[in-house]
């Protein structure tokens, strides 16, 4: 029986018989069953190589869950492209469809399934990609960590912001020694920041933007806590100069000159 997860419950995928209109073809579940095994699979060589764990007997079940679709369906990437002439235009369309990953579509994994094969439209040929016999992906490495900005890029590849205790930890020291290396590099935020949180970020996202606002709320914040002292200070050497008043004499006269050169 066939099922199918919607909204994180299983439910069965209904299958049409003759004389019904609702459900799937029987064709498509074969179909479906057959690429199931084959996702499965795929997935399982995939963690293996992730974890360094030996990962032959995946790449074996693979193969033999790849053959025996083909057998039975040919290539998983089968196309057929039809063309078809426009009577009042005269233009060609060119349409393709995939039956055999047609039904599948509805599958998060479909593309890795397809990936798999390195197919031939030409022959509509399919053969075995490098995940049958090769290593495709590598464990992760643990990163090289030399100083506190080594520890910042790893934060922020790993949370997406300035985790300084987590860059602390990670160079072995102290909070303020860490933030004594890390030096103009971040900044305390004063508008997400509250009693008790303080909230870190880089230089280039303090030093960005809104500058004028940020240099307003950077010396409110002064006054209660020295440490935004040093935002002050950043933010007031990227201010963008002012612009010079309009002048309308001096437009008017531009006018009459580009004027004279046209006519």
Known sequence: MLHQ???GQAQIVPIRKAGQTE????KHARIIRALVPIRDATRSVLRAQMQ???YGPQQRTLKTAYQSFVREFGPINHTRTTLRENPETGKTR?????????PFLDDP???LVASIEEYDERTDTGRMGPIFSERVIHAPTEPEIHGAHDALAVSLHETGRVDLPLIAELLGRSEADTLAELGESIYLDPERSAQGRDVWVTSDEMLSGAVRTKLALAREAAHHDQRYARNVSALEGV????????RPRLAAENDRIA???WD
Do not use: H
């Open 5 to 7: 997860i919607i909204e």
């Open 23 to 26: 459900g799937i073809f029987a």
């Open 259 to 261: 004027a004279f050169w």
């Open 94 to 102: 060119e349409t393709q469809r995939r039956p055999n990953l047609q």
């Open 52 to 54: 360094n764990l030996p």
């Open 239 to 246: 201010q963008p100069a002012d612009l010079r008043p309009y």
């Open 109 to 111: 994994d479909v593309w």
